[in-house]
Structure formats: structure tokens, C-alpha cells
């Protein structure tokens, strides 16, 4: 099976910096995509941001400038660097990759998630 295993969340007060972590293990033929989603009390899912398995990103215009989304494929791991931390950061962050998944003759599409992990900013 796969798993993706987070860490790097905790409480911290506005203006500073978390990093996290996310490494996926498992029965994993290839990754394509990795990213970082997270979800607010009472809201939805959101995209944070996308690191493609050739390096291009992608993030939401909240976090554009303030976090940057890094990946070692070596190690089939994705960071999120967060610096200059809000309040409305506040979050459980969920990492997740769009790899195949490795079923002998079968490589087979899986989108994967983390348990997520939470992100708590102070003001």
C-alpha cells in the first residue's frame, strides 16, 4: 500500500515561519504531481500548492511571495516552507500526490492523502 507521512506542524505566533514535511512510502511506481492542501474550521479544502515531478509550482494567490512548495524526488518528498505567517493561515495542512501505484503487472492511478497536520497561527 501507500502512505504519506507529514510533519513540521505546530503553533506559532504571526510573522514567523513552519516548514513541513510529507514523505510517501509504499508500493509507489512514480509520482507525478505533489501538493499541499489545507482546510479551516468551517470551511472547505484548498489548494495551497503544487510542485509537477519536473520542479514547475503552482500556489494560491494567498500564499504567493510567503510559502514556497519544494519537492526531492529521490526521496519522494515534498516541503512546504511558510514564512510570514497570518492568522488566517490557520489550518490543518493535508499533503497529497497523484502518483501510480505499483501492482506488479498493474501500475495503477491513485490519489493519495495524509492524515494532516495542524498549522496554528497567533496573532
Known amino acids: 500500500q501507500v502512505q504519506l507521512v507529514e510533519s513540521g506542524g505546530g503553533s506559532v505566533q504571526a510573522g514567523g515561519s513552519l516548514r513541513l514535511s510529507c514523505a510517501a512510502s509504499?508500493?509507489?511506481?512514480?509520482?507525478?504531481?505533489m501538493g499541499w492542501y489545507r482546510q479551516a474550521p468551517g470551511k472547505q479544502r484548498e489548494l495551497v500548492a503544487l510542485?509537477?515531478?519536473?520542479?514547475?509550482?503552482n500556489y494560491a494567490d494567498s500564499v504567493k511571495g510567503r510559502f514556497t512548495i519544494s519537492r526531492d524526488n529521490a526521496k519522494n518528498t515534498v516541503y512546504l516552507q511558510m514564512n510570514s505567517l497570518k492568522p488566517e493561515d490557520t489550518a490543518v495542512y493535508y499533503c497529497?500526490?497523484?502518483?501510480?501505484?505499483?501492482?506488479?503487472?498493474?501500475?495503477?492511478?491513485?490519489?493519495?492523502w495524509g492524515q494532516g497536520t495542524l498549522v496554528t497561527v497567533s496573532s
Open positions: 510542485v509537477a515531478s519536473g520542479g514547475s509550482t
Open positions: 497529497n500526490a497523484d502518483l501510480l501505484r505499483d501492482s506488479g503487472w498493474f501500475k495503477i492511478p491513485m490519489d493519495a
Open positions: 509504499g508500493s509507489i511506481f512514480s509520482i507525478n504531481a
